[in-house]
């Protein structure tokens, strides 16, 4: 693909990066292609603008004041008025932990710092030219933003449901999304009347039982998959959701008589709450 011009002339694009002194020729670079910037210099800042300026592209850094680039990109995703806006990541951990991380949350590309502002400029170029192939709708596009309650509550959402085998923590959940651990409580009990352990609490019960009803993996491979240490605790904290054991909740969905082999034994599940 020709990367000799830009792939949509004058595109805005937003540029989030706490060191200026790099910015500088990557700057007069995209200037140079005729692109129209904004800059701002930590992850809420960014998160503002592109709320306020719907930037074709963003370039964000990750390792930021205030709010990591992750965590905003999470939060960028997680709203419908921006959630169509191409991130490219620029950073200086070279890991490979760390890039997969920065797909994870949801950013089509990853630059290493240091960095050429010709490679950066062309990466541009192509993921505009990408988005201007698969344009948002225009009713997407002029979406109203939702409010910082619906934004936290929809990207932690979406962070929960890739970790349904490790559990984390209040804390680390917090910190993934930018926030505190009380403000990401007040979201949920806002939002949606329960505490997000409540909510996880549910998700990974729903989880079991499309497994339970569907796979013929067994109870030990479905405690596993939803995050439990044992088949006996997830025994338990599934009768207490569902009213019934694992095997009898399977056989009531497939119409058969419970399996020979029951759930095992009665012990409290493993988990802390939220």
Same mark, same amino acid.
């Given at each position: 693909?020709?990367?000799?011009?830009?792939?949509?002339?004058?595109?805005?694009?937003?540029?989030?990066? @706490?060191?200026?002194?790099?910015?500088?020729?990557?700057? /007069?670079? *995209?200037? =140079?292609?005729?692109?129209? !910037?904004?800059? $701002?210099?930590?992850?809420?800042?960014?998160?503002?603008?592109?709320?306020?300026?719907?930037?074709?592209?963003?370039?964000?850094?990750?390792?930021?004041?205030?709010?990591?680039?992750?965590?905003?990109?999470?939060?960028?995703?997680?709203?419908?008025?921006?959630?169509?806006?191409?991130?490219?990541?620029?950073?200086?951990?070279?890991?490979?932990?760390?890039?997969?991380?920065?797909?994870?949350?949801?950013?089509? @590309?990853?630059?290493?710092?240091?960095?050429?502002?010709? /490679?950066? *400029?062309? =990466?541009?170029?192509?993921? !505009?030219?990408? $988005?201007?192939?698969?344009?948002?709708?225009?009713?997407?596009?002029?979406?109203?933003?939702?409010?910082?309650?619906?934004?936290?509550?929809?990207?932690?959402?979406?962070?929960?449901?890739?970790?349904?085998?490790?559990?984390?923590?209040?804390?680390?959940?917090?910190?993934?999304?930018?926030?505190?651990?009380?403000?990401?409580?007040?979201?949920?009990?806002?939002?949606?009347?329960?505490?997000?352990?409540?909510?996880?609490?549910?998700?990974?019960?729903?989880?079991?039982?499309?497994? *339970?009803?569907?796979?013929?993996?067994?109870?030990?491979?479905?405690?596993?998959?939803?995050?439990?240490?044992?088949?006996?605790?997830?025994?338990?904290?599934?009768?207490?959701?569902?009213?019934?054991?694992?095997?009898?909740?399977?056989?009531?969905?497939?119409?058969?008589?419970?399996?020979?082999?029951?759930?095992?034994?009665?012990?409290?599940?493993?988990?802390?709450?939220?």
């Amino acid at each position: 693909m020709s990367v000799s011009a830009p792939a949509a002339p004058h595109a805005h694009i937003l540029i989030v990066d @706490d060191g200026p002194d790099e910015l500088r020729l990557l700057v /007069e670079t *995209l200037r =140079r292609a005729n692109y129209r !910037l904004s800059v $701002a210099f930590d992850g809420a800042q960014g998160y503002d603008r592109a709320i306020a300026g719907r930037p074709d592209l963003i370039l964000m850094d990750v390792r930021m004041p205030r709010m990591d680039g992750h965590a905003t990109c999470r939060r960028l995703k997680a709203n419908p008025a921006t959630a169509h806006i191409p991130v490219i990541f620029l950073s200086s951990a070279a890991q490979a932990g760390e890039r997969l991380a920065g797909l994870q949350s949801g950013g089509v @590309d990853y630059v290493i710092k240091p960095y050429s502002a010709e /490679e950066v *400029l062309a =990466r541009v170029q192509i993921h !505009l030219a990408l $988005a201007s192939g698969n344009p948002a709708p225009k009713a997407v596009q002029e979406t109203f933003s939702l409010d910082d309650d619906e934004v936290l509550v929809q990207a932690t959402k979406r962070y929960l449901a890739n970790h349904f085998t490790d559990t984390p923590a209040l804390e680390s959940v917090a910190r993934a999304l930018g926030t505190s651990e009380k403000r990401l409580s007040h979201a949920f009990r806002q939002s949606l009347g329960m505490t997000v352990f409540e909510y996880f609490r549910g998700e990974r019960m729903a989880y079991a039982q499309r497994l *339970l009803a569907t796979t013929s993996l067994s109870i030990v491979a479905i405690a596993d998959a939803v995050g439990f240490s044992s088949a006996a605790n997830f025994s338990t904290a599934f009768r207490e959701h569902a009213g019934m054991s694992p095997s009898t909740y399977r056989s009531s969905k497939r119409g058969h008589e419970p399996a020979a082999v029951q759930d095992q034994g009665d012990s409290s599940a493993s988990l802390s709450e939220y």
